[in-house]
Structure formats: C-alpha cells, structure tokens
C-alpha cells in the first residue's frame, strides 16, 4: 500500500515539457480504436491505446496499465490523493515515480502517459481511465466482458459454469471470448446479477422483492 508520505516525498520535478497525447493521436490517423471511447477518460484512453500501436508496445502497455489498476483498487486511499486538487509540481513528480515504481513501469508509453496526467492536472482521472483503456483491450482482443454481481464470492466451479452456459448463448457472438468478473454486492441479498457488453439478467433477490412489493402496493 502506498501511504501518503511516500508518494508526496521530495523528488525531482517531471519535465516541464507537455507532451501532448492528442497531438499524436492526431498525427497517427491510421490507428483506428476498436471502439468509440466518450468524455475525458476515454480520450485519453484512446490517445493512450493509439500511442502503444504506433510504438508496437500495446501488450507492455495494457500490462503496466492493468497492474495499476490492481494496484489503485488494492490502496482506496490512492485514488483520494490522485485527486487533491492542492498537489504541486514536486508531488506530481514524487506520485508519478512512486506508482511506476510500485507496478514496475519500464514501458516509456506508460511513463509519458503518466506524465502528461500530471502535466494536465488530471491524476485523478487514472482509475476512469484504465477502466476505459481496459474496454479498449477487450474490444481488441475480441472480447465480450461478462460481470457477475453476487452476494458472496463465487467459486471457480460456478464461475466456470456459467461461462460455460453463456458462452453458448446467442449473447455472446461468433469467435468472441468471454471474459467474466465476479463482483460482490452484499446488497442484492442473493441471487445473481449478470451483466453481459449492454445486457442486463437481474436474478438477484433484491430485485424480486422490489417487484414483489410493487405488486402489493398497487394492489391495495
């Protein structure tokens, strides 16, 4: 876990030179993005996906970028400091350096996207945006994503189960992969809620009670 006092620690101020991703998301017209990203994130998810193409360094890049993902939802309190609004420019550089040390961030796409998020007073958008980058990745490689909400963990037999249902179903097209996530909601009670690309299955028990006592309002 990263605490405060490492990431906010002196070091050396990041180039002052902004190095602007637009611009060569611009410049590499020929990079066409698998898919349409909207709002601030998905720019710079985008601008960071054309990056790794036009450096041949899209598998490094969606690797680093996954870890700090596991990493931002390993440490909550990280994202809290990504988005103080009062960092100055040694902070920066001393959260840049400490997130790439932690993830072991050797891929120079990685590290100018980093720095540009900090150049542009915009570290706090980084867990959006290696949700959106992570979209990228899966339309890229193919894959339709399928999100399991439960009560409780699931095990593997179940989660295997399922995949092995839905992967046959007419949800998921020709030639695509499922890739399937388990979240835990202790909200819904029990049941399930499953999540596949736009599609929703609310089988939770939570949501059969909400039905149930809409059914009897009316009916009184």
């Not at 598998?59 to 909550?76: Q, R, V, Y």
């Not at 609004?85 to 550089?93: G, M, N, Y």
């Not at 593997?156 to 030639?175: C, F, H, M, Q």
């Amino acid at each position: 876990m990263l605490s405060r006092q490492a990431l906010l620690r002196p070091a050396r101020v990041i180039n002052t030179q902004v190095r602007t991703y637009a611009a060569a998301a611009a410049a590499s017209s020929k990079v066409k993005p698998p898919v349409t990203l909207f709002g601030l994130d998905g720019t710079y998810a985008t601008a960071l996906y054309t990056a790794a193409v036009k450096t041949n360094a899209l598998e490094p890049t969606a690797k680093s970028i996954s870890s700090l993902g596991n990493l931002l939802a390993k440490d909550p309190k990280l994202a809290s400091i990504l988005e103080t609004p009062t960092l100055s420019p040694a902070d920066k550089s001393a959260i840049v350096a400490e997130l790439q040390k932690s993830v072991g961030v050797s891929n120079e796409t990685v590290k100018n996207f980093l720095a540009t998020l900090a150049e542009n007073n915009r570290l706090g958008l980084l867990p959006s945006v290696v949700a959106k980058f992570s979209e990228l990745m899966s339309a890229a490689r193919g894959e339709v994503e399928m999100v399991v909400t439960s009560a409780q963990p699931l095990d593997n037999k179940t989660l295997n189960r399922l995949e092995s249902a839905v992967a046959k179903s007419a949800y998921v097209g020709s030639g695509k992969k499922l890739k399937v996530t388990n979240k835990v909601n202790a909200d819904i009670i029990g049941g399930l809620v499953v999540e596949i690309g736009e599609r929703t299955i609310d089988l939770s028990v939570s949501s059969k009670i909400a039905k149930m006592n809409k059914l009897l309002s009316e009916a009184l």
